[in-house]
């Protein structure tokens, strides 16, 4: 599986993104697919995840109800919707494929992953 992340870019804090995940792979639509992002000097931390079928979604206490992960299966594709954006989401976002438990957020967790892009919000 390959992954390939888009949307990133500079916006001002109160805007909105959309970052897309493009994989490669026959297997997509088998797997939990995940969100993370990460700051200079600091771990890369779990944003979001959706499981393969779509119907469940997880998101870290500091994005809920700002953004929605979403996956168009027939694409290959898994969506970050961003609104409601602060200056403490600026990170390098990356996606990445679980084959396991999707409920589990750890790193190790993620067997693939996509080479990130960035997002900056200004204040």
């Known amino acids: 599986v390959q992954l390939q992340a888009s949307g990133g870019g500079l916006v001002q804090a109160g805007g909105s993104l959309r970052l897309s995940c493009a994989a490669s792979?026959?297997?997509?639509?088998?797997?939990?697919m995940g969100w993370f992002r990460q700051v200079p000097g600091k771990e890369r931390e779990f944003v979001a995840a959706i499981v393969w079928s779509g119907a469940i979604t997880y998101y870290v206490d500091s994005v809920k109800g700002r953004f929605t992960i979403s996956r168009d299966n027939a694409k290959n594709t898994v969506y970050l919707q961003m609104t409601s954006l602060k200056p403490e989401d600026t990170a390098v976002y990356y996606c990445?494929?679980?084959?396991?438990?999707?409920?589990?957020?750890?790193?190790?967790?993620?067997?693939?992953w996509g080479q990130g892009t960035q997002v900056t919000v200004s204040s």
């Open positions: 792979g026959r297997m997509f639509s088998n797997y939990g």
């Open positions: 990445a494929v679980t084959r396991g438990y999707t409920g589990n957020f750890a790193l190790r967790a993620y067997d693939y």
